[in-house]
């Protein structure tokens, strides 16, 4: 049975930098993508960025170009979203998700981010 | 982009309930939806436009092609009510519509 955990909610201050981890097990880690989505509160989902697991190559959308990076490490089965650069606007609950043909199939339970000074 | 309509409903339990979903391109049946209840993970519905994830109602069907999809519940339960988003995954980004909230009368 496919079950992502991510890692434990975080304070941040603005311009402090965040490493989000989604540990996957019960599945092949290769023959999934891994896509992470965001949710501001109150507000609708938000699509990051993903990566293509077996070959490392990651995809962000334009508005977190270069302030995101995905990565994953097949060793421990885990993905990785470090968001740089801050702002209050960041508060969000952050998902991982395994991204299947025409799916985001499998969630992790969420790990929300507050940024505040 | 995608916009979905209504953005907002009201049914009743038993109602047949129809969300659209627009895509400002042709993204052919790459479109999956979602459900959300409030202070939850959102749950796959349905993936390619009209295939029902494992474990969903038959009362949920998806339909359409290219720039027009629908989500119909069949027989709205009280378990439906929260927002239903669409995607698009047919080129990244992969962009979720503006989300559908419903709400049981």
């Known amino acids: 049975q496919v079950h992502l955990v991510q890692s434990g909610a975080e304070l941040k201050k603005p311009g402090a930098s965040v490493k989000v981890s989604c540990k996957a097990s019960g599945f092949t880690m290769l023959n999934y993508g891994f896509a992470w989505v965001r949710q501001a509160p109150g507000q609708g989902l938000e699509w990051m960025g993903w990566i293509n697991t077996s070959n490392g190559r990651a995809n962000y959308a334009p508005k977190f170009q270069g302030r995101v990076t995905v990565t994953t490490d097949t060793s421990t089965t885990t993905a990785f979203m470090e968001l740089r650069g801050l702002r209050p606007d960041d508060t969000s609950v952050y998902y991982c998700?395994?991204?299947?043909?025409?799916?985001?199939?499998?969630w992790g339970q969420g790990t929300l981010v507050t940024v505040s000074s | 982009q995608l916009t979905q309509s209504p953005s907002s409903l009201s049914a009743s339990v038993g109602d047949r309930v129809t969300i659209t979903c627009r895509a400002s391109?042709?993204?052919?049946?790459?479109l999956a939806w979602y459900h959300q209840m409030p202070g939850k993970v959102p749950r796959p519905l349905i993936s390619a436009a009209s295939t029902l994830e494992g474990g969903v109602p038959s009362r949920f069907s998806g339909s359409g092609s290219e720039t027009n999809f629908t989500l119909t519940i069949s027989s709205l339960q009280p378990d439906d009510f929260g927002t239903y988003y669409c995607q698009q995954l047919n080129s990244p980004p992969f962009t979720f519509g503006p989300g559908t909230k419903v709400d049981i009368k």
């Open positions: 391109q042709d993204i052919s049946i790459l």
């Open positions: 998700a395994t991204l299947a043909p025409a799916v985001l199939d499998n």
